[in-house]
């Protein structure tokens, strides 16, 4: 959940971790949330959501299964999924770090809820201050709101952490 220099060498170590880690019994559902992960990023998204469920059915009580799958699903579209997903997660383990906000934010504004966005999105941003995505979904969420000046001081933050933003990212 963090930035690397080289994004193809961590994601392919990553992926050979996780492929070693099949032939262990007590983490065979990490692994398959790992190259759920790993499937997204490569946009294999059938692919993903099959380890993304293989993670759930081995160990369906494992918080972060449910969030990969959270993330995968906000990903396919499916807001509704997602949030199911996301509530099961949470549930699981009430503490959850802030990083499961960022499927909640995309399914809010998918489904249309720009209060929920909103709000998901400032708290996002207040457990995860100067993390420019969790800054790009509350600018995001302003606009809708029609919070326009807001969201220019915000996106002013964005361009602070990251001078080199364009919206092509």
């Not at 993670?55 to 949030?83: F, K, Y």
């Not at 800054?135 to 080199?164: T, Y």
Request: glycine share 6%.
């Amino acid at each position: 959940y963090g930035y690397v220099a080289d994004t193809e060498q961590a994601l392919e170590l990553a992926r050979s971790i996780a492929e070693r880690m099949l032939a262990l019994p007590e983490e065979r559902d990490t692994a398959h949330a790992i190259l759920g992960w790993y499937s997204v990023q490569r946009r294999d998204y059938d692919r993903a959501t099959e380890h993304g469920e293989t993670a759930i059915r081995l160990h369906p009580n494992h918080a972060s299964n449910q969030h990969v799958m959270s993330m995968i699903q906000v990903l396919l579209g499916n807001a509704d999924e997602a949030l199911r997903r996301f509530r099961i997660a949470a549930r699981l383990n009430p503490n959850y770090p802030a990083w499961y906000l960022w499927p909640l934010c995309d399914s809010y504004r998918l489904i249309g809820d720009v209060r929920a966005y909103r709000e998901t999105a400032r708290r996002y941003v207040a457990r995860m201050p100067g993390f420019y995505g969790a800054l790009l979904r509350l600018v995001g969420a302003l606009v809708q709101s029609g919070l326009v000046e807001e969201a220019a001081a915000r996106a002013k933050e964005v361009l602070e952490i990251s001078p080199d933003f364009r919206l092509s990212h």
